[in-house]
């Protein structure tokens, strides 16, 4: 998924189950009976884990699998889909999921770890760290508050638009595809009224939510309502059971209750829940407005907790890290000012063409047409990825401008069923990226060819395991999609003779990687550090960047605490890794065979990729 990130520089011209096979060649030594049997039971755990793990959902085994049932999934007669509900969590469910992990976790350290292939290793490793940090944060002692964060509720639509987006990606394959997409609808009635007693909770815990927050929301909620029946989910649903392969009988048959429920349930639902959270504006004070930045030491320990599961590290020292991000935002900006110097080496036409590039009279790639684009963009991943052996079908769609124009998503890709190479999925946002050719085609970059679509059909190609495949570390995935963002403004550059189209790369290369390493450092301020705006301002106006956007900048990450680290972080990582691979191996550094490091474990954590690539380079 792409975000946005605020044009924020001074202007230049101002100076992505255990059964599956291992596809290695690598021939196995001779094992013995014990060594054998342990593996064996291992795949047992592992499937049991996979199962449990997609549990009794209609909607993952729905988007995750084209047949449930040849990974042991049996639908109970009884289920009935329902979509994600508000429940009031108590002392005592925090210490029976705590309990429920902690057995889960015994259970799995009975398996002899050295006795398990390399591909059960890697999944050991994933099943191990996601119970561990899982149980980390149900232990009783640990004292975390699920109330801190913003659940089901933000000024991007929240679990509302997520609702949208399920629809949007469902797919219609039989019966109990429809019955179960029906009451997903109609279950919106009760899920989206306990969003509202949601809200209600956080006041009485003291983290109520700011009218900034509401009115986010419920804009987004009224803009659907103001639209009806002509709102985008009543084609989507439509065109679903048309295209779908069920009867005509069961298309008759099973519309009009889908219309019906979108009518009767979803429409209400989403009225109902805009008129109570107005209810609720002014339950806190503009000056108490920021949530983390106003939380004290709970929100710090929430902050590095989230941290850790984002980045794929046991134990973050967050100072550390901020040093880190502070040095990478200074090495950016040393690069961009070495542009800047070069511009005085250009003919004055190339200069001018220069900031024809800067101004937007002219573009790094004119394409307009996302599968167009696509084809480039293969050509281009050649030259930094193993080559596929599939070529799936890439369906390539628009979010609804009522959600485009809320959401900071720029794009974002559906993991496809991991048994099928068949079609994978792109949602692109046309109200950002409209007319704009270079932000299109570095999005395609980073969502398809060869970012998080690549990867993930790459993994599946890689039969590491189903649980490997799907379990997805943010901060590698956004990591590795980012540079491979970087990486495509140095193969535009070397395509092209001009040295204004060379240098123009150069600066916008080094402009996105410190955009996003610099809305981490900013959300670590002002969510950790505490950070207000006047801070904010400060800090930006210091550094070399636009004050003007601290407002805006500070509203939308107080709502997000942590999620650009992902991406500025993430790439700062795939970044150094890389130049360190080329510092050290110097002419025998091969770009493929480096990135097969990367990749080889899924979408491992850095404290997984720091010990992978240290390893390589010994």
Not at 69 to 80: A, H, M, T, V
Not at 160 to 187: C, E, L, P, Q, W
Not at 554 to 559: A, M, R, V
Request: one cysteine or more.
């Amino acid at each position: 998924m792409k975000k946005k990130a605020l044009f924020i520089l001074i202007s230049v011209v101002l100076l992505f189950s255990c059964s599956k096979n291992n596809t290695q060649t690598t021939p196995e030594i001779s094992l013995d009976e014990d060594t054998i049997k342990e593996r064996e039971d291992f795949d047992t755990y592992c499937n049991e884990f996979f199962l449990s793990y997609l549990g009794n959902n209609a909607y993952h085994w729905n988007v995750f699998t084209v047949n449930p049932k040849s990974f042991g999934y049996e639908r109970d007669e009884n289920y009935k889909a329902s979509y994600t509900t508000y429940l009031k969590s108590t002392d005592e469910d925090m210490k029976e999921t705590y309990q429920m992990y902690q057995d889960e976790i015994t259970l799995i350290s009975k398996y002899n770890y050295e006795k398990l292939s390399s591909n059960q290793q890697i999944t050991y490793d994933y099943i191990a760290g996601f119970l561990e940090k899982q149980a980390e944060y149900y232990n009783p002692e640990n004292g975390f508050d699920d109330y801190l964060d913003l659940n089901y509720i933000d000024s991007n639509g929240g679990s509302v638009a997520d609702f949208d987006s399920m629809i949007k990606g469902y797919h219609i394959n039989t019966v109990y595809d429809v019955i179960d997409m029906n009451s997903y609808i109609s279950s919106t009635t009760t899920a989206f009224n306990s969003y509202f007693e949601y809200a209600q909770d956080k006041i009485e815990k003291g983290y109520a939510l700011s009218d900034k927050t509401i009115d986010g929301m419920t804009s987004f909620l009224d803009d659907i309502t103001s639209q009806g029946e002509d709102y985008y989910l009543f084609t989507v649903v439509d065109d679903k059971i048309s295209s779908s392969t069920l009867s005509q009988d069961d298309k008759n048959n099973y519309l009009p209750l889908l219309e019906e429920s979108l009518k009767e349930c979803y429409l209400p639902a989403v009225n109902d829940l805009s008129s109570s959270l107005k209810t609720l504006k002014g339950s806190l004070q503009e000056s108490d407005e920021g949530y983390y930045s106003k939380y004290g030491d709970k929100a710090k320990q929430m902050y590095k907790y989230n941290l850790e599961s984002l980045l794929g590290y046991d134990d973050i020292n967050i100072e550390d890290y901020i040093k880190e991000l502070d040095e990478g935002i200074s090495s950016y900006m040393t690069s961009i000012n070495q542009v800047i110097l070069k511009l005085q080496l250009l003919s004055n036409k190339e200069y001018e063409n220069f900031l024809k590039y800067v101004n937007g009279d002219l573009k790094l790639s004119n394409e307009t047409d996302p599968s167009t684009i696509l084809e480039t963009l293969k050509s281009y991943a050649s030259t930094i990825v193993p080559k596929l052996s599939s070529d799936p079908e890439i369906d390539f769609s628009y979010m609804d401008d009522a959600v485009a124009k809320i959401t900071n998503t720029v794009a974002y890709y559906t993991k496809s069923p991991i048994d099928s190479s068949l079609k994978e999925y792109i949602t692109l946002n046309g109200l950002y990226l409209n007319n704009d050719t270079d932000e299109l085609i570095t999005t395609i970059a980073h969502e398809g060819y060869p970012g998080h679509l690549y990867e993930y059909v790459y993994l599946k190609e890689l039969g590491i395991s189903n649980v490997a495949t799907l379990m997805t570390n943010t901060g590698h995935g956004e990591g590795w999609a980012c540079y491979v963002e970087e990486k495509l403004y140095d193969y535009l550059a070397d395509k092209s003779s001009s040295k204004a189209y060379k240098l123009y790369c150069e600066y916008s290369k080094y402009n996105f990687l410190v955009s996003y390493l610099l809305y981490a450092r900013v959300d670590a301020g002002i969510n950790y550090e505490g950070w207000n705006t006047t801070k904010l301002t400060s800090y930006l106006n210091e550094n070399g960047f636009n004050g003007d956007v601290a407002e805006e900048l500070y509203d939308q990450l107080i709502e997000m605490p942590t999620v650009y680290a992902s991406y500025g972080y993430g790439s700062l990582k795939m970044h150094k890794y890389h130049l360190e691979a080329k510092n050290k191996l110097k002419s025998k550094y091969d770009e493929i065979e480096f990135n097969k490091i990367i990749l080889s474990h899924g979408w491992a954590g850095f404290e997984t990729l720091d010990k992978l690539v240290s390893d390589y380079l010994k």
